[in-house]
């Protein structure tokens, strides 16, 4: 059974950093891309960032220079590093994977976790 679970939510003050995880567990061949994204209540889903098996990665605008993902392919870990935190980052972030499944290969293109709250208070 394939499972993301998001980790290191929380409440921090403008300027402070958090740091999420995302893993992925399960049969999985291959992990094609993994992202981040947010949303605010009131507002659509956003991407925040994303990171390709190459280790390609790109950035919302609003976050570029302040977040920083990375993935360990060994333990089909993502994270989410996020320094000088605003209160307009404040959202449910949620993780999103695009994997191979070992046994049957199949392909699937768009898996989300169940999210967890940042919230940045001024």
């Known amino acids: 059974q394939v499972q993301l679970v998001e980790s290191g939510g929380g409440r921090v003050r403008t300027g402070e950093s958090l740091r999420l995880s995302c893993a992925l567990s399960g049969s999985i061949f291959r992990i094609n891309a993994m992202g981040w994204y947010r949303q605010a209540p009131g507002k659509e889903r956003e991407l925040v960032a994303r990171i390709t098996d190459g280790e390609s990665t790109n950035y919302a605008d609003s976050v570029k220079g302040r977040f920083t993902i990375s993935r360990d392919n060994a333990k089909n870990t993502m994270y989410l590093q996020m320094n000088s935190l605003k209160p307009e980052d404040t959202a449910v972030y949620y993780c999103?994977?695009?994997?191979?499944?070992?046994?049957?290969?199949?392909?699937?293109?768009?898996?989300w976790g169940e999210g967890t709250q940042v919230t940045v208070s001024s």
């Open positions: 999103n994977a695009d994997f191979v499944l070992a046994r049957t290969m199949t392909h699937v293109s768009d898996y």
